[in-house]
T-cell receptor, first 110, second 115 residues
């Protein structure tokens, strides 16, 4: 059974800092891995999808990397802004199933 | 804005009530999903439908009964729930094709409180 761990669980930083959020998973037999953002009480917004054959994906200030063999992914956020404050979730996919980590709750202070 | 809608957004029900959650996707997808997000627990997959057929039931109690009449609509029928079933219920959809590019898109969720 896939288990997903996200570290840190919570993070508070001043505006402008570069951040790294970590995700580890136990079963490397995955099709892809998605990073999501969730605002309080809201649904999930897909940020990036990395295919199992890829090493990284970039979208604006976000860069996600994947090391499938070691069961690790990182989400790098450059020049953080208060609007980035949210919970960030990683979810590797095997078959039809996404397995979610507990998330990293990010607060970016002005 | 999301192409996946959910109604109602909030629901309060007693343990003896019967209610239904509705999800609709406007993305032309073939797969739909129900997830449960409880306080302080990771998001958990409940059910998966592909082309209206249920392909996954993640050991969900029978008091939760899904229905998928077509590829655009998904329901979750609720009866005799327990207070611990209070959670945010999220619906998602995807193309449903095999392979490594399938992306899931989520609705805003229904916040359910069971009294």
């Amino acid at each position: 059974k896939q288990e997903v761990t996200q570290i840190p669980a919570a993070l508070s930083v001043p505006e402008g800092e570069n951040l790294v959020l970590n995700c580890s998973f136990t079963d490397s037999a995955i099709y892809n891995l998605q990073w999501f953002r969730q605002d309080p009480g809201k649904g999930l917004t897909s940020l990036l999808l990395i295919q199992s054959s890829q090493r990284e994906q970039t979208s604006g200030r976000l860069n996600a990397s994947l090391d499938k063999s070691s069961g690790r992914s990182t989400l790098y956020i450059a020049a953080s802004q208060p609007g980035d404050s949210a919970t960030y979730l990683c979810a590797p996919r095997a078959g039809n199933m996404l397995t979610f980590g507990g998330g990293t709750r990010l607060m970016v202070k002005p | 804005e999301t192409g996946v809608t959910q109604t109602p957004r909030h629901l309060v029900m007693g343990m003896t009530n019967k209610k239904s959650l509705k999800c609709e996707q406007h993305l032309g997808h073939n797969a739909m999903y129900w997830y449960k997000q409880s306080a302080k627990k990771p998001l958990e997959l409940m059910f998966v439908y592909n082309f209206k057929e249920q392909t996954e039931n993640n050991s969900v109690p029978s008091r939760f009964s899904p229905e998928c009449p077509n590829s655009s609509h998904l329901f979750l029928h609720l009866h005799t729930l327990q207070p611990e079933d209070s959670a945010l219920y999220l619906c998602a959809s995807s193309q449903g094709v095999a392979g490594n590019t399938d992306t899931q898109y989520f609705g805003p969720g229904t916040r359910l409180t069971v009294l």
